[in-house]
Nanobody, 122 residues
Framework: QVQLVESGGGLLQAGGPLRLSCVAS????????MGWYRQAQGKQRELVAA????????NYAYSVKGRFTISRDNAKNTVYLQMNSLKFEDTAVYYC???????????????WGQGTQVTVSS
């Protein structure tokens, strides 16, 4: 089995920084891509930032460009999301996503973390 565990969410005032972390563990053969999505109350889940599969290129939602930075530590199977200049509209549950080839099946499977709440007060 594979697990994604997020950490780092919380409550903070607008303008502040916050860093999210996500660690992938379990029966992992290789990780194709990792990224972050978010879902605000009453809205659909949307991409925040992610690494492009098979490369080190990144994609960002337009609304977070210049404020958020995604990074990763391949040796630790960890992806980070540094969020700066947070706004009220960044309030959401943030989910880690990974596309992983598992040892057991050698198939690429999408996995999601349980989500971590980020609340920004205005």
């Amino acid at each position: 089995q594979v697990q994604l565990v997020e950490s780092g969410g919380g409550l903070l005032q607008a303008g502040g920084p916050l860093r999210l972390s996500c660690v992938a563990s379990g029966s992992i053969f290789s990780i194709n891509t990792m990224g972050w999505y978010r879902q605000a109350q009453g809205k659909q889940r949307e991409l925040v930032a992610a690494f492009t599969s098979g490369s080190s290129s990144t994609n960002y939602a337009y609304s977070v460009k210049g404020r958020f930075t995604i990074s990763r530590d391949n040796a630790k199977n960890t992806v980070y999301l540094q969020m700066n200049s947070l706004k009220f509209e960044d309030t959401a549950v943030y989910y880690c996503h990974a596309n992983i080839m598992t040892l057991r099946t050698l198939q690429n499977i999408n996995y999601w973390g349980q989500g971590t709440q980020v609340t920004v007060s205005s």
